[in-house]
């Protein structure tokens, strides 16, 4: 069965530099959402779309935006980076709001 | 707002034995799903079995079963047979039931062990 993509699975960038996560949700999913996990943490939630509107925000950074394209698959976009923001971040998409199903995660590190 | 708790930061079973985790949470929601998820050392997030509020029989999915107790807020797992693959971190998680994209609240996690 398809699962979630995510790309890239790695990354690292320094301080004050941008970064751009990439999700594609499991076919005829139309429900995407975007969670941060830090070291030895519970993964928090950052902000979901339900059929390409913004559904929902957690604690997501200012300097954080997010969207999700006519083909469903999202953009986590990162900007002015700091060390803070060095974790592991997971997409997981639902039909219909109910089991998500979580992406491999994209593993950012902020030197 | 809703909480998820887990009060065992870690456990420890041998292989072929039989394990619980506990996990209690706190809503005013009626309507609401419960989940358990592995997170094993690859880091990646895997549903292991679900219970819908609204049924009272307790899921099973093979070696993998819950205690769901709604009025006491619990939800526990309960790994039949261990193996050593299922050395993880497990999370409980809740998600109330609005029918669109609601957010999944996790607790603190319980790292599993499974030694020979």
């Known amino acids: 069965a398809a699962g979630v993509i995510q790309s890239p699975r790695h990354l690292i960038k320094e301080k004050r530099e941008t970064a751009t996560l990439k999700c594609y949700p499991i076919p005829r999913h139309d429900t995407v959402y975007w969670y941060q996990q830090g070291p030895g943490q519970d993964p928090q939630f950052l902000i979901s779309?339900?059929?390409?509107?913004?559904?929902d925000k957690g604690s997501i950074p200012d300097r954080f935006s997010a969207q999700q394209f006519s083909d469903y698959h999202s953009e986590l976009n990162m900007s002015s980076l700091e060390l803070g923001d060095s974790a592991l971040y997971f997409c997981?998409?639902?039909?219909?709001?109910?089991?998500?199903?979580f992406g491999p995660g994209t593993r950012l590190t902020v030197t | 707002a809703q909480t998820v708790t887990q009060s065992q930061p870690e456990m420890s079973v041998q292989e072929a034995e039989t394990v619980t985790l506990s996990c209690t949470y706190d809503?005013?929601?009626?309507?609401?799903?419960l989940f358990w998820y592995k997170q094993p050392p690859s880091r990646q997030m895997i549903l292991v079995i679900r219970?819908?509020?609204?049924?009272?029989q307790n899921a099973t999915e093979n070696r993998f079963s819950v205690n769901f107790q709604k009025a006491a807020k619990s939800f526990s797992l309960k790994i039949s047979d261990s193996q050593l693959g299922d050395t993880a971190m497990y999370f409980c998680?809740?998600?109330?039931?609005?029918?669109?994209?609601?957010?999944?609240?996790f607790g603190t996690g319980t790292r599993l062990q499974v030694t020979l």
């Open positions: 809503t005013s929601e009626n309507n609401y799903y």
């Open positions: 997981a998409s639902s039909y219909r709001g109910y089991e998500q199903y």
């Open positions: 779309f339900y059929e390409k509107m913004q559904s």
């Open positions: 998680a809740f998600i109330p039931y609005t029918g669109t994209a609601s957010k999944l609240t």
């Open positions: 219970q819908e509020a609204y049924k009272q």
